[in-house]
């Protein structure tokens, strides 16, 4: 603690200025928050409403000759979308990268130097004492403690799954994981100005360090910046179990002593609330893990019936699906945590994955009239009893998995054995993609990417059929090693692809990216998804008697794909509104996002009538 010995009157305005200035940081920071809200649900209701009235204005323009990429002369009244676009472009594709997997977008910059500045200058504002001492230890050292403090709910509210922010602003808790790094390693900022500061008065410092109060504060500044070191990219991407491990004791030891160490001085009503916050969210989750599993809990007949296979597509992806509960719905782009208590090391881990079927009724195949259609339908339900032999895609759940190291390894093995395991489905989180009112949409996709995208696609083209979507153009693009992995989502393109109305046009782009595929002759794909005769011989309807490989718009190349060239010539040929979606590696997203600035979504081509572009990058992997 900061000496007593100063003046009464230093004293008073001192501690006055500690009571104050965390409330009017906390003013600041609501302001902020409300801003951030009207803009993401303007966008949002913008995005939703943006169909009515454009009607007649498409119109006029498919009728003009010539083709879409001649523009017209610079119009003021696109003057507000080239400036939104201009925003984009600088805030979210412009970007800092550091090595070859960690990249930052400006707006992820300007928060961080933004929220480490608001809080310094609180820190540091006013601490010359009334005698004219700037700078004066008394006013800033016990300040900095009780500001680090007072950020603490907002810290554990931004690392929960179901958080005030994310309800308020709109962006998913995913979004919001960022800043909750940011948040946390600000305040240990803050905290070891404050811890300094009280050994630099050493004398004050070794006569309460027999405290238990001082000790715990001294455990709990330790216990931050560990985790604040653990929490790190690389550690968080390559020992991904380690750092889940020593974040959930690291986090409970930093919150117990900072608790207690606060409360010697009475400012523990800053801390407590993260406990809330946490509890709250934990309550939410329980809730829903024992409404979507209740099956396993005794309240229904048919335990286990949401029990999942495993199937080891190639080496690095493993298929996982179980039967989707009745109650259970999602949205295309969604997560689920998966709970694996026979594969994780602790039987309450949960992982977070990409939903990779489609929730939907669209695309199940309806049996025909008649006896033979009874036939048919008996057929169809004797094979749903099977797990994952009808339209695997749309009547289960289905994951995607990418193996690494740690527990994604252990299902590996499970999968090389075609083995049932027992999950828990928590879940859905994240935002899905409103692309209702975008003229074109592209769609793409690295490896197991394809997750986000194939959904996406798929609900895109339900939209449209629907009539509640004006897109005239999906593009398809699809990044993948080796050509034998294209049966993954086979039935599900050609099914997209069959379904498609005539207003939509579906371009399909598969790059074989992997070196033996130079060398795999195309036509022998084909073979995987041939119809076999089972040993009841009927013909199983798992496999498809189509290849995506020869069904029209669909293109097979060889090598990486040209982001760059592909989508510079989707704007240029585009009027109206345009979505890119990116789902896949660090170099995927980065191309595209390269691929979307100027001059291709400059305000000269947005004034002249080119296409207003939203971008979209699904992170890929650990956060």
């Known amino acids: 603690m900061a000496s007593n010995s100063t003046p009464p009157t230093d004293r008073i305005l001192r501690n006055q200025r500690f009571h104050l200035y965390p409330k009017e940081a906390w003013y600041c920071l609501a302001v902020f928050i409300f801003v951030v809200a009207c803009f ?58 550091i090595g ?80 909750h790094r940011v948040t946390a390693r600000t305040c240990m900022i803050l905290l070891w100005i404050h811890g300094g500061s009280e050994v630099y008065a050493y004398s004050i410092f070794k006569a309460t360090l027999h405290r238990a109060w001082l000790r715990l504060g001294i455990a709990a500044l330790v216990a931050l910046s560990l985790l604040c070191i653990v929490s790190v990219r690389p550690f968080r991407q390559g020992a991904y179990e380690f750092f889940f491990y020593m974040h959930l004791s690291l986090v409970l030891i930093f919150l117990l002593g900072a608790y207690y160490h606060a409360k010697e001085v009475h400012y523990s009503y800053w801390i407590w609330p993260s406990f809330v916050f946490w509890a709250l969210d934990r309550f939410i989750r329980v809730c829903r893990l024992v409404a979507f599993n209740h099956s396993y809990f005794g309240w229904k007949s048919g335990s ?8 080891l597509l190639c080496e690095h992806v493993v298929r996982l699906r179980l039967r989707r509960p009745p109650h259970f719905h999602w949205a295309p782009g969604q997560t689920a945590y998966l709970i ?35 036939n048919e339908q008996l057929s169809d339900k004797h094979h749903q009893d099977e797990l994952g032999s009808v339209s695997p895609f749309w009547k289960e759940l ?60 798929l609900d895109v083209i339900e939209c449209v059929r629907n009539g509640k979507s004006d897109c005239r153009r999906v593009v398809f693009i699809w990044a993948v090693r080796e050509a034998d992995h294209i049966h993954w989502i086979n039935e599900a393109l050609v099914k997209a692809v069959q379904l498609a109305p005539s207003s939509l046009t579906v371009a399909i782009y598969i790059h074989l990216t992997g070196p033996s595929a130079v060398t795999t002759p195309l036509g022998e794909v084909d073979s995987l998804h041939t119809a076999s005769v089972g040993h009841d011989g009927h013909e199983p309807s798992v496999k498809s008697k189509q290849s995506i490989l020869y069904m029209p718009g669909v293109t097979v190349e060889q090598g990486r794909p040209d982001l760059d060239r592909m989508l510079k010539e989707e704007v240029m040929t585009t009027i109206g509104r345009m979505s890119v979606s990116v789902c896949g590696s660090q170099p995927i997203a980065r191309a595209v996002r390269n691929a979307l600035r100027f001059p291709v979504s400059s305000p000269s081509n947005i004034l002249r009538g080119g296409p207003s572009v939203t971008l979209h990058v699904e992170s890929f992997g650990y956060a």
């Open 100 to 179: 070859q997997s960690y990249t930052l977008n400006m707006a992820e910059v300007f928060v961080t130097i933004a929220y480490l500045a608001f809080l310094l200058i609180w820190e540091f504002i006013n601490t010359t004492d009334l005698e004219g001492n700037r700078l004066n230890l008394s006013y800033w050292s016990h300040r900095a403690g009780i500001l680090a403090a007072s950020q603490l709910p907002l810290v554990t509210a931004l690392g929960t799954k179901n958080n005030i922010v994310s309800l308020v602003t709109g962006v998913s808790a995913d979004r919001l994981n960022y800043v």
């Open 398 to 457: 289905v994951f995607l998995i990418n193996v690494r190291k740690g527990f994604t390894k252990r299902l590996q093995e499970v999968a090389a054995t075609n083995g049932k395991i027992k999950v828990f489905v928590d879940g859905p989180y994240g935002p899905s993609p409103n692309l209702g009112s975008y003229d074109i949409s592209v769609l793409v996709a690295g490896g197991s990417g394809v997750s986000y995208t194939l959904p996406v696609l």
């Open 340 to 374: 694996m208590p026979s594969v994780s090391r602790l039987p309450f881990e949960a992982h977070p994955f990409t939903i990779a079927s489609f929730d939907s009724s669209l695309f199940v195949p309806v049996p025909t009239e008649g006896k033979a259609g009874s």
């Open 304 to 311: 286990g019936t949401m029990d999942a296979t495993t199937e």
């Open 40 to 97: 993401q649900w303007g966008s949002f209701l913008h995005s939703k409403y943006a169909r009515r009235g454009r009607g007649s204005e498409m119109a006029s323009r498919e009728h003009e000759p010539g083709p879409a990429s001649i523009r017209h002369a610079p119009s003021l009244r696109r003057v507000p979308l080239a400036f939104v676009n201009a925003y984009r472009v600088l805030a979210f594709r412009w970007t800092v990268e």
